[in-house]
C-alpha cells in the first residue's frame, strides 16, 4: 500500500507544483486571444470551457493504454509503478501540456505542421504520412479492442463483426460533424462511466484487502514470465505508454488547442489530463499485480489467455463491482479507446486538410478527405489485431520521440529552459531505437548489440543537438 499512495502524492505532486515550472518556461498570457476566438469556424474552432475541454482531452488520450497497457505493464512487477509515476510528471504530462500551447501559439496547428516550423521542411513531410499512419492504426486499434469488449458483454447475436459496424460508424459521424455537436455532447456520459471505473476498482482492491506489491531493493527485477524475450529495458516503456508518455497524445492536444478560451486554461487541460490518465494507469497497474496474487500469478493468467488483457479487465471488474458495477466499469473501459478512435480519424482529418490546403467547412470537402482514411481503417480491422497492436506500440512512442525533439528546438529558438524535454527525448530515443532493433517485429538483434547501439544512437543524438546549438547561435 505504500507503494501505491506515494506514487498517487508524486502525481498529484507533479500537477501541482512541477506544471506550474513548466508552465512558467513556456509563458502564458492571458490577455490573448486565442485561435478560438480569431479562427472560429463552427466546425473545429469552437470556444468551448475550460472543464469540458479538459474532460474531453482526458478521454481522448485516455484509450487502451492505461487499461489495457498497464495491467501488460504488471507483468513486469513493481517496478512498472516508477515508470508510471515518474514517465507521467516529467516526461508525459510535459510533452502534452507543450504540444498544446504550441499549436494555442501557431493558430491551432496540427502537430505534424509545428514539427516542420522546427525540424524542417523534410521531416514535416515524413512526419505527415508517419502521423496519418499511426492515426489510422490507432482508429484501427479502437475499433477491434471495444467490439471485443462489446461481443463479450451481449448476447451471442451481436457479434464482433457487428459491433465493428456499430463503433465504426459512430466515428463516422464524429469525425465529420462539428466538435460541440457529438463529441462535446456525449463525452461527458463516457466519462462518468471512466470515472467510476476508476473510483470503484480503487476503493474496492482496499476494502477486499488485495495485497498490492511494494517497489523495493528485493522487487526491482523483472517478474515477466518470459523475461529474456521481454527484458524490462525497453519493453516496459513501450508497452506502458499511455499512462506515461505517449505521441498519440500530440495529435490530439491541437484539437483542444483550437477551442481553449485562455491560454491560463492550459496546464489544466494538457499537463492535468495526462496526470489524470497517470493515475489511471496507476490503478490498472496496482490491480493487475494484486488480483490474482501477484505479479507471477497474473503472468500465468496472461499466458493462459494468450495475452488477451480484455479477459483480465472484464473478469477484475465483475468480480470486484458486481454484475451492474462491473457494466458501468466496462462501459467506461469501452469509452476510452472509443473515445480516442474517434478523434484519432477527426485528426487524421484535420492532418491531411492542412496539407492539401483544404477548407473543412463544406462537408463534401470533409466526405472527400475522410472516405479514403475509413476505408483503410477499415481494411485494418481485418488483420490481427496483435501485429496492429504491436506495430502501433513502437510507431506511438516514435512520435513521441519526434515531439520531444521539436519541442526541445522550440526551447532552444526562444532561449528558455530545454533541459526539460532534452532529457525525455534521449531518454524515448534509446528506448525507441533500442526496441526497433531487438524487439521480433524489428531487426532482432541480441541485446548486447540493440542495447550497444540504441545507447550510441542516444549519445549520437545528443551531438547532433549540441552542434545545431551552437550553429544556430553562431548566425
Same mark, same amino acid.
Request: glycine content about 8%; hydrophobic content about 55%; some cysteine.
Given at each position: 500500500?505504500?507503494?501505491?499512495?506515494?506514487?498517487?502524492?508524486?502525481?498529484?505532486?507533479?500537477?501541482?507544483?512541477?506544471?506550474?515550472?513548466?508552465?512558467?518556461?513556456?509563458?502564458?498570457?492571458?490577455?490573448?486571444?486565442?485561435?478560438?476566438?480569431?479562427?472560429?469556424?463552427?466546425?473545429?474552432?469552437?470556444?468551448?470551457?475550460?472543464?469540458?475541454?479538459?474532460?474531453?482531452?482526458?478521454?481522448?488520450?485516455?484509450?487502451?493504454?492505461?487499461?489495457?497497457?498497464?495491467?501488460?505493464?504488471? #507483468?513486469?512487477?513493481?517496478? /512498472?509503478?516508477?515508470?508510471?509515476?515518474?514517465?507521467?510528471?516529467? &516526461? =508525459?504530462? @510535459?510533452? +502534452? !501540456? $507543450?504540444?498544446?500551447?504550441?499549436?494555442?501559439?501557431?493558430?491551432?496547428?496540427?502537430?505534424?505542421?509545428?514539427?516542420?516550423?522546427?525540424?524542417?521542411?523534410?521531416?514535416?513531410?515524413?512526419?505527415?504520412?508517419?502521423?496519418?499512419?499511426? #492515426?489510422?492504426?490507432?482508429? /484501427?486499434?479502437?475499433?477491434?479492442?471495444?467490439?471485443?469488449?462489446? &461481443? =463479450?458483454? @451481449?448476447? +451471442? !447475436? $451481436?457479434?464482433?463483426?457487428?459491433?465493428?459496424?456499430?463503433?465504426?460508424?459512430?466515428?463516422?459521424?464524429?469525425?465529420?460533424?462539428?466538435?460541440?455537436?457529438?463529441?462535446?455532447?456525449?463525452?461527458?456520459?463516457?466519462?462518468?462511466?471512466?470515472?467510476?471505473?476508476?473510483?470503484?476498482?480503487?476503493?474496492?482492491?482496499?476494502?477486499?484487502?488485495?495485497?498490492?506489491?511494494?517497489?523495493?531493493?528485493?522487487?526491482?527485477?523483472?517478474?515477466?514470465?518470459?523475461?529474456?524475450?521481454?527484458?524490462?529495458?525497453?519493453?516496459?516503456?513501450?508497452?506502458?505508454?499511455?499512462?506515461?508518455?505517449?505521441?498519440?497524445?500530440?495529435?490530439?492536444?491541437?484539437?483542444?488547442?483550437?477551442?481553449?478560451?485562455?491560454?491560463?486554461?492550459?496546464?489544466?487541460?494538457?499537463?492535468?489530463?495526462?496526470?489524470?490518465?497517470?493515475?489511471?494507469?496507476?490503478?490498472?497497474?496496482?490491480?493487475?499485480?494484486?488480483?490474482?496474487?501477484?505479479?507471477?500469478?497474473?503472468?500465468?493468467?496472461?499466458?493462459?489467455?494468450?495475452?488477451?488483457?480484455?479477459?483480465?479487465?472484464?473478469?477484475?471488474?465483475?468480480?470486484?463491482?458486481?454484475?451492474?458495477?462491473?457494466?458501468?466499469?466496462?462501459?467506461?473501459?469501452?469509452?476510452?479507446?472509443?473515445?480516442?478512435?474517434?478523434?484519432?480519424?477527426?485528426?487524421?482529418?484535420?492532418?491531411?486538410?492542412?496539407?492539401?490546403?483544404?477548407?473543412?467547412?463544406?462537408?463534401?470537402?470533409?466526405?472527400?478527405?475522410?472516405?479514403?482514411?475509413?476505408?483503410?481503417?477499415?481494411?485494418?480491422?481485418?488483420?490481427?489485431?496483435?501485429?496492429?497492436?504491436?506495430?502501433?506500440?513502437?510507431?506511438?512512442?516514435?512520435?513521441?520521440?519526434?515531439?520531444?525533439?521539436?519541442?526541445?528546438?522550440?526551447?532552444?529558438?526562444?532561449?528558455?529552459?530545454?533541459?526539460?524535454?532534452?532529457?525525455?527525448?534521449?531518454?524515448?530515443?534509446?528506448?525507441?531505437?533500442?526496441?526497433?532493433?531487438?524487439?521480433?517485429?524489428?531487426?532482432?538483434?541480441?541485446?548486447?548489440?540493440?542495447?550497444?547501439?540504441?545507447?550510441?544512437?542516444?549519445?549520437?543524438?545528443?551531438?547532433?543537438?549540441?552542434?545545431?546549438?551552437?550553429?544556430?547561435?553562431?548566425?
Amino acid at each position: 500500500m505504500i507503494t501505491f499512495f506515494s506514487s498517487l502524492i508524486v502525481l498529484l505532486l507533479g500537477y501541482f507544483f512541477y506544471s506550474r515550472f513548466v508552465e512558467r518556461i513556456i509563458g502564458v498570457d492571458p490577455n490573448r486571444q486565442t485561435p478560438a476566438y480569431t479562427m472560429t469556424d463552427g466546425i473545429d474552432y469552437v470556444p468551448m470551457p475550460w472543464w469540458r475541454i479538459f474532460l474531453i482531452q482526458f478521454l481522448n488520450i485516455a484509450g487502451l493504454g492505461p487499461i489495457f497497457g498497464a495491467v501488460a505493464g504488471a #507483468m513486469w512487477g513493481p517496478v /512498472a509503478f516508477l515508470w508510471i509515476v515518474f514517465g507521467c510528471v516529467f &516526461a =508525459g504530462a @510535459t510533452h +502534452d !501540456f $507543450f504540444s498544446g500551447m504550441l499549436s494555442i501559439k501557431h493558430k491551432g496547428l496540427s502537430i505534424t505542421e509545428i514539427i516542420g516550423i522546427y525540424l524542417g521542411t523534410g521531416v514535416k513531410q515524413v512526419m505527415r504520412g508517419f502521423i496519418v499512419i499511426l #492515426m489510422v492504426l490507432v482508429g /484501427a486499434v479502437f475499433i477491434m479492442g471495444p467490439a471485443k469488449i462489446l &461481443a =463479450g458483454m @451481449t448476447p +451471442d !447475436f $451481436f457479434t464482433m463483426t457487428f459491433w465493428i459496424w456499430v463503433v465504426f460508424i459512430y466515428y463516422v459521424l464524429a469525425t465529420m460533424l462539428p466538435i460541440d455537436k457529438l463529441i462535446g455532447r456525449i463525452y461527458p456520459i463516457f466519462g462518468f462511466a471512466l470515472l467510476f471505473m476508476a473510483v470503484g476498482i480503487t476503493i474496492s482492491m482496499f476494502v477486499k484487502g488485495y495485497q498490492i506489491p511494494e517497489l523495493n531493493i528485493s522487487s526491482i527485477h523483472n517478474y515477466h514470465v518470459n523475461s529474456d524475450k521481454f527484458p524490462i529495458f525497453p519493453m516496459l516503456f513501450i508497452t506502458i505508454a499511455c499512462g506515461a508518455i505517449s505521441g498519440f497524445h500530440a495529435t490530439q492536444s491541437p484539437l483542444m488547442a483550437r477551442c481553449l478560451t485562455n491560454e491560463k486554461y492550459g496546464r489544466r487541460v494538457f499537463y492535468g489530463a495526462m496526470i489524470s490518465e497517470g493515475i489511471v494507469a496507476l490503478i490498472w497497474a496496482a490491480i493487475g499485480m494484486s488480483f490474482y496474487g501477484g505479479p507471477r500469478e497474473l503472468n500465468d493468467v496472461m499466458t493462459a489467455n494468450q495475452g488477451n488483457a480484455a479477459f483480465i479487465v472484464n473478469e477484475i471488474s465483475n468480480s470486484l463491482l458486481g454484475k451492474f458495477g462491473g457494466f458501468l466499469a466496462l462501459l467506461g473501459v469501452v469509452a476510452a479507446p472509443i473515445t480516442s478512435g474517434d478523434t484519432a480519424f477527426r485528426s487524421a482529418r484535420l492532418i491531411v486538410a492542412d496539407f492539401l490546403n483544404y477548407k473543412q467547412g463544406p462537408i463534401k470537402n470533409r466526405l472527400f478527405v475522410s472516405v479514403p482514411l475509413f476505408i483503410t481503417g477499415y481494411l485494418l480491422t481485418l488483420i490481427d489485431f496483435s501485429i496492429i497492436w504491436r506495430y502501433f506500440a513502437w510507431s506511438n512512442q516514435t512520435l513521441a520521440v519526434i515531439v520531444l525533439w521539436t519541442i526541445t528546438v522550440y526551447l532552444v529558438q526562444e532561449k528558455k529552459f530545454y533541459w526539460v524535454t532534452l532529457i525525455p527525448a534521449v531518454f524515448m530515443t534509446a528506448v525507441t531505437s533500442t526496441y526497433l532493433l531487438f524487439a521480433p517485429e524489428g531487426f532482432s538483434l541480441s541485446k548486447e548489440i540493440s542495447y550497444s547501439m540504441g545507447a550510441l544512437i542516444s549519445v549520437l543524438s545528443i551531438l547532433a543537438f549540441f552542434i545545431y546549438k551552437r550553429r544556430y547561435f553562431a548566425r
